[in-house]
């Protein structure tokens, strides 16, 4: 069984800087790619970042330049670098691992880090 656990989250200023981190457990391969969602109060759970086996990041317009996603493949490690916090970035994030095997895909998802983004 495939565990990811997040930490990192809190409660900080705007202007101020977070790194969420997410280790996994219970898998004996790479991930094709981990990453990072959210969901705010009343809507929908988005992409922030997603970072591939290989290293290729992609995120969410509004994070450019912003943050950081990075990973340890050998770890199945990946974090989440967040600078120049904005209350919009308030969400809970949840960490995403999803692994390819013989053609099968298996879509993983961590419980979950609160970030608040407040004066």
């Known amino acids: 069984q495939v565990y990811l656990t997040e930490s990192g989250g809190g409660l900080v200023q705007p202007g101020e800087s977070l790194r969420l981190s997410c280790v996994s457990t219970?898998?004996?391969?790479?991930?094709?790619?981990m990453g990072w969602y959210r969901q705010a109060p009343g809507k929908d759970r988005e992409l922030v970042a997603l970072?591939?086996?290989?290293?290729?990041?992609n995120y969410e317009d509004s994070v450019l330049g912003r943050f950081t996603v990075s990973r340890d493949p050998v770890r199945n490690t990946v974090y989440l670098q967040m600078n120049s916090l904005k209350p919009e970035d308030t969400a809970v994030y949840y960490c995403?691992?999803?692994?390819?095997?013989?053609?099968?895909?298996?879509?993983?998802w961590g419980q979950g880090t609160q970030v608040t983004v407040s004066s």
């Open positions: 970072i591939s086996d290989g290293g290729t990041p």
């Open positions: 219970g898998s004996r391969h790479r991930f094709n790619s």
């Open positions: 995403n691992a999803i692994l390819r095997i013989g053609g099968r895909e298996g879509n993983y």
